[in-house]
């Protein structure tokens, strides 16, 4: 089983600010298959990023994802008060099909 | 435009059994593997199960292998898990997701159905 791991697991930030959100998995995720969502109270989550670095329908360009193998990265380079929540990745090449335990970006 | 309407949730005692209903309309859903992803309560998300378009690949998380069952019907476009006995552990919001075409990557998710395992 593959293991992610996220970091930090709290980040507390204002608006304008750029943030960059780790995954870390045990062993490398096959073909890049890694995805990050976005979970607002009371929402289902959202498909931000998925193959590691595209971005899904909808999503603004100021949301970006890089990686490969077992370090993965997802960058907002100029935080909007929508993006105050809590974001999971996700691998999705090998099952079980693990989430990491979530990175919540809150308002300072 | 895509939804998927999941159904079946409630409070049951340990050991017993339900089952959730997920209905998929606006796509056509033989051409895409399906998920189920629960969340307990103030917790994280966590994979539960997925089936493939064919039904010809079933996975399971091992926290609930060999206790839940998952199908589909794709001609009623429906997804199922089957959940026996269920534990006080198994207590979450169950989203049925959708993936995208050959692949498992959640591209839509329902809005959930509280499953409740308390005595």
């Known amino acids: 089983e593959i293991v992610l791991t996220q970091s930090p697991g709290t980040l507390s930030l204002s608006p304008g600010e750029r943030v960059t959100l780790s995954c870390r998995a045990s062993?490398?995720?096959?073909?890049?298959?890694l995805a990050w969502y976005q979970q607002k109270p009371g929402q289902a989550p959202r498909l931000v990023i998925y193959?590691?670095?595209s971005r899904a329908t909808g999503i603004p360009d100021r949301f970006s994802g890089s990686g490969s193998g077992t370090d993965f990265t997802l960058t907002i380079s100029r935080l909007e008060p929508e993006d105050f929540a809590v974001y999971y990745c996700?691998?999705?090449?090998?099952?079980?099909?693990?989430f990491g335990g979530g990175t919540k970006v809150e308002i300072k | 435009e895509v939804q998927l309407v999941e159904s079946g949730g409630g409070q049951v005692k340990p050991g017993g059994s339900l089952r959730l209903s997920c209905a998929a309309s606006?796509?056509?859903?033989?051409?895409?593997?399906m998920n189920w992803v629960r969340q307990a309560p103030g917790k994280g998300l966590e994979w539960v199960s997925s089936?493939?378009?064919?039904?010809?690949?079933?996975y399971f998380a091992d926290s609930v292998r060999g206790r839940f069952t998952i199908s589909r019907d794709n001609a009623k476009n429906s997804l199922y898990l089957q959940m026996n006995s269920l534990r006080a552990e198994d207590t979450a919001v169950y989203y049925c997701?959708?993936?995208?075409?050959?692949?498992?990557?959640?591209?839509?998710w329902g809005q959930g159905t509280l499953v409740t395992v308390s005595s």
């Open positions: 997701a959708r993936g995208a075409f050959g692949d498992y990557v959640v591209t839509y």
């Open positions: 606006g796509f056509t859903l033989s051409n895409y593997n």
């Open positions: 089936i493939s378009s064919s039904s010809s690949y079933i």
């Open positions: 062993q490398s995720v096959r073909s890049n298959s």
């Open positions: 193959g590691a670095s």
């Open positions: 996700q691998q999705y090449g090998s099952s079980p099909f693990t």
